[in-house]
T-cell receptor
Framework: ETGVTQSPTHLIKTRGQQVTLRCSSQ?????VSWYQQALGQGPQFIFQ???????GRGNFPPRFSGLQFPNYSSELNVNALELDDSALYLCASSLSTGVGAFFGQGTRLTVV | QKEVEQDPGPLSVPEGAIVSLNCTYSNSAFQYFMWYRQYSRKGPELLMY????GNKEDGRFTAQVDKSSKYISLFIRDSQPSDSATYLCAMIGYSGGGADGLTFGKGTHLIIQP
């Protein structure tokens, strides 16, 4: 098992609501990335935080936002939830390059 | 055309067989190539990664990268039922600006028959 932990493991929300997902990174890792994995698909890069600053973003709208804290833990916030946001959300921690990232077990979000 | 192509399978092989899993890609900027294993309803687990072209071996697993053909492979020797999972290839390059994140294939669902 990796040292990356995510909470909660499962979540059900209603369309239009807001959600916050949390991630604790592996000790010694200063970079956290978030990914969205739809059923039957590979993970899609949402964004990356390095030393509390967003330093990379995939093709996701601004209603997906995040934070990284001084202890390198992180949050993913999604506003105005849509049905298509239903997916497994994965947090990955790594050193600054992002190579060899370790993933958490994910948060399964269902939007109804 | 997707940046990374991976046959989703399922690929079913008998126990003890050699398994070959492959990905092709289109972005010549990719420099690091990774293989992850994902069990159902779990997060991806890093198996190994390589830089640029060449081979890398770790136990029963061998990763190969051919940048000239934009083709990467993972071989599993002496396959076991516990190897049954989805195998994801992932790649990353650096544009010189911000981080681009990992680009994944769709994953290949592998079944090892006892």
């Amino acid at each position: 098992e990796t040292g990356v932990t995510q909470s909660p493991t499962h979540l059900i929300k209603t369309r239009g609501q807001q959600v916050t997902l949390r991630c604790s990174s592996q000790s010694g890792h200063n970079t956290v990335s978030w990914y969205q994995q739809a059923l039957g698909q590979g993970p899609q890069f949402i964004f990356q935080y390095y030393r509390e600053e967003e330093n990379g973003r995939g093709n996701f709208p601004p209603r997906f936002s995040g934070l990284q804290f001084p202890n390198y833990s992180s949050e993913l916030n999604v506003n105005a939830l849509e049905l298509d946001d239903s997916a497994l959300y994965l947090c990955a921690s790594s050193l600054s390059t992002g190579v060899g990232a370790f993933f958490g077990q994910g948060t399964r979000l269902t939007v109804v | 055309q997707k940046e990374v192509e991976q046959d989703p399978g399922p690929l079913s092989v008998p126990e003890g067989a050699i398994v070959s899993l492959n990905c092709t890609y289109s972005n010549s900027a990719f420099q690091y190539f990774m293989w992850y294993r994902q069990y159902s309803r779990k997060g991806p687990e890093l198996l190994m990664y390589t830089y640029s072209s060449g081979n890398k071996e770790d136990g029963r697993f061998t990763a190969q990268v051919d940048k000239s053909s934009k083709y990467i492979s993972l071989f599993i020797r002496d396959s076991q039922p516990s190897d049954s999972a989805t195998y994801l290839c992932a790649m990353i390059g650096y544009s010189g600006g911000g981080a681009d994140g990992l680009t994944f294939g769709k994953g290949t669902h592998l079944i090892i028959q006892p």
